[in-house]
């Protein structure tokens, strides 16, 4: 598992279901193209090895937790 957190001001439940969602962003949609778009494109990727991406709502920043199965070799 990896897990990466930011010191922001947190996600709501309706912002963290929304969070993966291609275009969605906590920025103004005036600060130009591009926003809401990495986090989509990780549960992409993360989905096509098998593994999932969680985010867990709060006050105190947000936190993914990225999480892919072993690969045995």
Do not use: I, Y
């Not at 922001?8 to 969605?24: I, N, Q, V, Y």
């Not at 989509?40 to 006050?59: K, M």
Request: glycine residues 18%; positive net charge.
């Amino acid at each position: 598992m990896l897990e990466v957190a930011d010191s922001g001001p947190g996600l709501g439940a309706d912002d963290a279901a929304r969070a993966f969602e291609r275009g969605w962003s906590t920025k103004s949609h005036g600060d130009g193209p591009g926003r809401g778009l990495g986090l989509a494109l990780v549960r992409q990727a993360v989905q096509r090895h098998g593994g999932r991406v969680e985010v867990a709502a709060g006050t105190d920043g947000a936190v993914f937790a990225v999480h892919l199965p072993r690969v045995r070799t």
